[in-house]
C-alpha cells in the first residue's frame, strides 16, 4: 500500500510546499509511490489517515500548538519541512523586538487583539522524526528524503559545511573578499547555491553539529565586522538557534 | 429557504481562507471572505536592520511571487538611497518578472483553474483523465522555473538580485539558453490559448474601479505612474492618494479602497487599462479567447492570464534583443568588473511598485543616515483584491440562489480562485480582532 502523505502550513510563505509543485518532471512518478491526502494549497481533498506529515512554517500562536500537536498524534513520521520549521526562520525576527511593539509599529494604534506570540520552531512544541532544511527546502533533497523512506533506510542530511561543496565547485572564497559568508558553520546540502552565484550563505540550512563559530568571528572581525553585525547576520535564519545558547559571540 | 455556508479553508489558492456565507429568505444576513492565515509582522522583522537585507527578507513574504517582492522591495531601497541602476540591470529585472508572471499564471490556470473547467476536485484525478493537459502546464511552468533558474539560481527566493544589480550578471551563454527556453515554451502556449477557446468561463458582469502601474512605452510590470480610469496618474511615491487601506475585524489582512471604491488589481485591471501596449501576439490570442476591454467579468481574469503568459514570452524575447545587443558592445555592468557598485547609505524614504502576478505590490522604507530601516510598509496584491471580491459574492449569489448547496459553494470558490489570491501574501502583518 502507498504510504499516505499530508503537508501541512504554518507560519510561512508556503515556498517549500510550492518546491513540490515545482518538480515537474518527477511529479507524476511520485505520485505513483505516495499518496498524497492533504496538500491545501494544490487539492480539494482534506483527510486525517496520513502517515508521513511533513510541517511547514513556524509556530506563531496559541491555536497553532493544538493543531501541531493533533498532527503529532495521527503521524507516524512527521518533518519539519524548510527553515521556518526547522529553525525559526525570518519568522523570529520578530521575537527581537518587544511583543507590545508589534501591533503599534504597524497600525500606530493600540485597541487591536491579534492572536500571536513570540514564533518557535516545530521541535519546541512536539518531538519530530526529520528535518528538510533550508529557505526554500532543495527539491532534489526532498525527493532523496521520500526515497530513503519509502526504501526504508534512514534519510541522510549532510552536517558538512557548506563550504565544501563551494569549493568543490571552484568558487573564489567571499570571506577572503571581505564580504560576511555563513558557510563555514552552515549544512551543505544546497550545492552552495547562493555563493555560486556571489551572494553570501545567510544560513537557512542551519548550524552543521559541530560548528566553529568562535573561528568566524574572528574572522569576520578582521575583516572589520563589528560582534553585532555578525550577530545580526546569524539572526536572519538561526535567530532561536542564537537564543538556545548553540551560536555564541565569542 | 436559510442556507448557512461556511468554506472552512477554501483550497487551491495560497493560504488559508475562508468563506462565511449566511442566506435568510433569499437575501444575505452575514457575508465575510475572512483570511485566517497566520499573522507574520515583516514590517517589524525589518526594523533596526540594514535596507540592503530588505530584499532577502522581504522574499520570504511569499514562496509564489518572491521575484515581485524582490524587485519592489529592491525599488523602495533604491529610491531612498538615490540609486539609478543600469539599463541592462533593469532590461534583467523586466525579464525575471515576466518568467515569474508565466510560472506563477501557468500554476493557477494550469494546476488550480483546469480542474474547475472538468468538474474535479484536484490536479489529480485530472492528470489521471487528461494527462496530455496536465503534462503541457508543467512542462510550461518548468520552462519559467528554468530561465529563474538560469538567471537567479531559483524561482523561490531569487540569489544575487539585489539593490544596485545582480551579484552575478549573466553571462552571454545564459542570456541564449533563457532564449531557447522561452522558444521551446512557443508552440505549448499556443496550444494552451487553443484549450481554452474551447472552454468557456461562467458570465458574470460587475464593474469596478481597475487599479495598476500604466507606462507610455510599453506594458507596465516593473515602472509606471499609478493609474485608474479617471484618475489622474500619480508617482509612485503619492501611493496613499491612490488607495487607502483600513482594518476589518474579522481578517487577518486590511482592505483596500480607493476613493469610496472597492478596487480590482491583477491580469484582467491591468488588460483594462494597458491593453493599447500589449504585443501584437498578446492581443491576437485575446481576441481569439473573447476578452475584449474594457471587460468587467472577474472570471475572466484567468483568461487574462492566459493573453498576459503569450506577452511575457514575446516581450521577453524582445529585452533579449536589446541585451543581446548592448552586450555585444559593452560589458554588463557600467564599471565592467561585474557584481554590483558600492552603496552609501543616507537618510531618505523611498517606495517602490511593481506589477505581481496577481497585481500592484507596493513596498515602502524609511531610513536613517546609517542606512537603517525605521519604517516598512508593505501593500500585497490580494489585499487589495479582498473587498472587491465581497462585494462580487454579494452581487452574484442572488442569482445562484436556486442551485443546490453544493453548486452554490463550488460557484463562490471558483470565484474567489479567479482572483488567484495569495493568501500567504496578504496576511503579511496580522490577525485582528477589536476589543470591544
Known amino acids: 500500500m502507498k504510504p499516505k502523505v499530508a503537508f501541512f502550513s504554518f507560519s510561512s510563505c508556503e515556498g517549500c510546499q510550492l518546491q513540490v509543485l515545482n518538480l515537474e518532471e518527477e511529479l507524476p512518478t511520485l505520485l505513483g509511490f505516495i499518496e498524497i491526502v492533504n496538500f491545501r494549497e494544490a487539492i480539494d481533498e482534506k483527510r486525517d489517515d496520513y502517515d508521513i506529515a511533513f510541517i511547514e512554517g513556524s509556530i506563531t500562536r496559541e491555536s497553532d500548538i493544538e493543531e501541531l500537536k493533533d498532527i503529532r498524534t495521527r503521524a507516524k513520521v512527521l518533518v519539519a519541512f524548510g527553515a521556518c520549521a526547522d529553525l ?30 513570540p514564533t518557535k520552531r516545530v521541535k519546541d512544541i512536539v518531538p519530530i522524526d526529520f528535518v528538510i532544511p533550508g529557505c526554500p ?37 567571499l570571506v577572503e573578499e571581505g564580504k560576511w559568508c555563513l558557510g563555514s558553520v552552515t549544512r551543505a546540502g544546497c550545492g552552495a547555491i547562493c555563493p555560486t552565484f556571489r551572494d553570501p550563505c545567510a544560513g537557512c540550512r542551519g548550524l552543521t553539529s559541530a560548528p566553529n563559530i568562535e573561528s568566524l568571528y574572528n574572522i569576520l572581525m578582521e575583516k572589520g565586522y563589528t560582534k553585532e553585525e555578525i550577530m545580526d547576520k546569524f539572526r536572519i535564519f538561526n535567530g532561536l538557534e542564537a537564543v538556545s545558547g548553540v551560536v555564541h559571540v565569542p | 429557504m436559510s442556507h448557512d455556508i461556511n468554506i472552512h479553508h477554501i483550497t487551491r489558492v495560497e493560504g488559508h481562507g475562508n468563506i462565511v456565507l449566511n442566506i435568510k429568505e433569499g437575501r444575505i444576513e452575514e457575508l465575510r471572505l475572512e483570511i485566517v492565515e497566520s499573522p507574520r ?51 534583467l529585472r523586466k525579464i525575471l518578472l515576466h518568467a515569474e508572471l508565466l510560472q506563477s499564471h501557468i500554476l493557477h490556470i494550469y494546476l488550480l483553474v483546469a480542474p474547475d473547467l472538468f468538474g474535479e476536485g484536484s490536479v489529480i484525478p485530472l492528470a489521471a483523465s487528461h494527462p496530455d493537459i496536465i503534462k503541457r502546464g508543467l512542462r510550461l511552468k518548468k520552462a519559467a522555473n528554468d530561465i529563474c533558474r538560469v538567471l537567479v539560481g531559483r524561482h523561490i527566493h531569487p540569489i544575487g538580485m539585489v539593490v544596485g544589480g545582480f551579484t552575478k550578471p549573466p553571462a552571454v551563454k545564459d542570456l541564449a539558453e533563457v532564449r531557447r527556453i522561452l522558444e521551446g515554451m512557443i508552440p505549448d502556449m499556443e496550444e494552451t490559448v487553443r484549450f481554452f477557446e474551447e472552454h468557456s468561463m461562467p458570465e458574470f458582469n460587475r464593474p469596478t474601479k481597475y487599479c495598476s502601474i500604466r507606462d507610455d512605452k510599453e506594458y507596465a510590470l516593473y515602472d509606471g505612474l499609478l493609474y485608474a480610469k479617471d484618475n489622474p496618474p500619480l508617482e509612485v511615491q503619492r501611493y496613499k492618494e491612490f488607495i487607502a487601506e483600513n482594518v476589518v475585524s474579522y481578517s487577518t489582512a486590511k482592505q483596500v479602497r480607493s476613493g469610496d471604491s472597492s478596487i480590482m488589481v491583477g491580469a484582467l485591471a491591468r488588460l483594462n487599462n494597458n491593453y493599447a501596449s500589449i504585443s501584437e501576439e498578446a492581443k491576437k490570442a485575446a481576441e481569439r479567447l473573447g476578452l475584449v476591454p474594457p471587460c468587467t467579468n472577474p472570471f475572466m481574469n484567468n483568461i487574462g492570464q492566459v493573453i498576459e503568459c503569450v506577452h511575457s514570452i514575446y516581450d521577453s524575447l524582445k529585452i533579449l534583443d536589446i541585451l543581446d545587443a548592448n552586450l555585444s558592445s559593452a560589458p554588463f555592468n557600467k564599471d565592467g568588473k561585474g557584481g554590483v557598485p558600492p552603496i552609501e547609505p543616507r537618510e531618505g524614504k523611498g517606495v517602490g511598485v511593481v506589477e505581481a502576478p496577481r497585481g500592484s505590490l507596493y513596498h515602502e522604507y524609511g531610513i536613517d543616515d546609517k542606512g537603517v530601516i525605521r519604517s516598512a510598509n508593505c501593500i500585497i496584491p490580494t489585499a487589495q483584491n479582498l473587498l472587491n471580491i465581497e462585494k462580487d459574492i454579494e452581487a452574484m449569489v442572488p442569482s445562484i440562489l436556486q442551485l443546490p448547496r453544493k453548486d452554490i459553494e463550488r460557484r463562490l470558490e471558483m470565484l474567489v480562485r479567479a482572483y488567484d489570491p495569495c493568501i500567504s501574501c496578504s496576511t503579511h502583518f496580522l490577525e485582528v480582532k477589536f476589543i470591544e
Open chain 1, 137 to 173: 527546502i532543495d527539491k532534489g533533497e526532498f525527493l532523496r528524503f521520500v526515497q530513503s523512506l519509502l526504501l526504508g533506510i534512514k534519510p541522510r542530511i549532510p552536517d558538512y559545511p557548506v563550504c565544501v561543496e563551494c569549493r568543490s565547485k571552484g568558487n573564489v572564497c
Open chain 2, 41 to 91: 509582522f515583516f514590517e517589524v522583522m525589518l526594523l533596526g536592520r540594514n535596507i540592503l537585507e530588505a530584499p532577502p527578507i522581504t522574499s520570504r513574504i511569499c514562496g509564489i511571487c518572491a521575484i515581485s517582492h524582490t524587485a519592489a522591495s529592491i525599488k523602495a531601497c533604491e529610491d531612498a538611497l538615490g540609486i539609478t541602476p543600469s539599463e541592462n540591470v533593469v532590461l
Open chain 1, 88 to 117: 525559526g526562520g525570518v519568522n523570529a525576527l520578530k521575537n527581537f523586538h518587544p511583543q507590545a511593539s508589534w501591533l503599534p509599529a504597524v497600525y500606530g494604534r493600540t485597541d487591536y487583539f491579534a492572536d500571536t506570540m
